[in-house]
T-cell receptor, first 113, second 117 residues
Framework: DQQVKQNSPSLSVQEGRISILNCDYTNSMFDYFLWYKKYPAEGPTFLISISSIKDKNEDGRFTVFLNKSAKHLSLHIVPSQPGDSAVYFCAFTPGGATNKLIFGTGTLLAVQP | EAQVTQNPRYLITVTGKKLTVTCSQNMNHEYMSWYRQDPGLGLRQIYYSMNVEVTDKGDVPEGYKVSRKEKRNFPLILESPSPNQTSLYFC????????????????FGPGTRLTVT
C-alpha cells in the first residue's frame, strides 16, 4: 500500500520557467516531509524539508508547500535550470517514528535549454 | 569529506551464490539503513540499525540479512540471491533522533546495481 504517491512519473519544463512537482499522501500522522533529488549513478541528496506545523518553506529557488487538508505536498522550482534535471522523491517521517523515511515513487524532471 | 561509501557499485551474479554489499560511513552516525529502488515503487526500506548490534526489519526484509558489529559499517548480505532481488540498492545513514534532538535528513551512498541471473 503506497502511502506516498507521485502521480507524474515525468515532467518536462523549459529553462527559466517554473517546475511544479506534486506528492499526495494518505497518512495524516507525520512529523516532516522532505524532498530528495537524485542524479543518475548517484545516491539521493537532501533538497528541502517542511515540518507538519508549517505550510510553506523556501530556500533560494526551491519552495515547498504543504496542504494538510488536501494531503498534498508540492515543490516549486523557479526559475528552472538544466542542472535541475533529475529524479525527485518526496518522503515523510511517520509520527512517532522520526528515524524512518517513507518515499514516494519519484518524478523525472527534464529541464530543456 | 563526509560520505557514505558502498562496494561494489555494480554486480552481476547467478541465482544462489551468496554475496555481500558493504556500506561504510565516516560521520559517526548511529542510524544506518538499506533501501532498494525499483521502477514505479520508489525506495523501500530493507533493514535498518539504530546502533551497534541493534538491527530491525524494514518493509521488504525477505531474502536479506544485515549485521552491525561496528558503528561505521553496515553490510547487506544475500545468502541465496534470486532474480527478484535484481535492483538498485542504497545505503544511508543519519544522526539518531531522540527526545528534543530531532534529525530527519538521511545521507545516501552512491548505490549498488545488482543483477541476479
Amino acid at each position: 500500500d503506497q502511502q506516498v504517491k507521485q502521480n507524474s512519473p515525468s515532467l518536462s519544463v523549459q529553462e527559466g520557467r517554473i517546475s511544479i512537482l506534486n506528492c499526495d499522501y494518505t497518512n495524516s500522522m507525520f512529523d516532516y516531509f522532505l524532498w530528495y533529488k537524485k542524479y543518475p549513478a548517484e545516491g539521493p541528496t537532501f533538497l528541502i524539508s517542511i515540518s507538519s506545523i508549517k505550510d510553506k518553506n523556501e530556500d533560494g529557488r526551491f519552495t515547498v508547500f504543504l496542504n494538510k487538508s488536501a494531503k498534498h505536498l508540492s515543490l516549486h522550482i523557479v526559475p528552472s535550470q538544466p542542472g535541475d534535471s533529475a529524479v525527485y522523491f518526496c518522503a515523510f517521517t511517520p509520527g512517532g517514528a522520526t528515524n524512518k523515511l517513507i518515499f514516494g515513487t519519484g518524478t523525472l524532471l527534464a529541464v530543456q535549454p | 569529506e563526509a560520505q557514505v561509501t558502498q562496494n561494489p557499485r555494480y554486480l552481476i551474479t547467478v541465482t544462489g551464490k551468496k554475496l555481500t554489499v558493504t556500506c561504510s560511513q565516516n560521520m559517526n552516525h548511529e542510524y544506518m539503513s538499506w533501501y532498494r529502488q525499483d521502477p514505479g515503487l520508489g525506495l523501500r526500506q530493507i533493514y535498518y540499525s539504530m546502533n551497534v548490534e541493534v538491527t530491525d526489519k524494514g518493509d521488504v526484509p525477505e531474502g536479506y540479512k544485515v549485521s552491525r558489529k561496528e558503528k561505521r559499517n553496515f553490510p547487506l548480505i544475500l545468502e541465496s540471491p534470486s532474480p527478484n532481488q535484481t535492483s538498485l540498492y542504497f545505503c544511508a545513514s543519519k544522526r539518531l533522533s531522540s527526545g528534543r534532538a530531532k534529525s530527519y535528513e538521511q545521507y545516501f551512498g552512491p548505490g549498488t546495481r545488482l543483477t541476479v541471473t
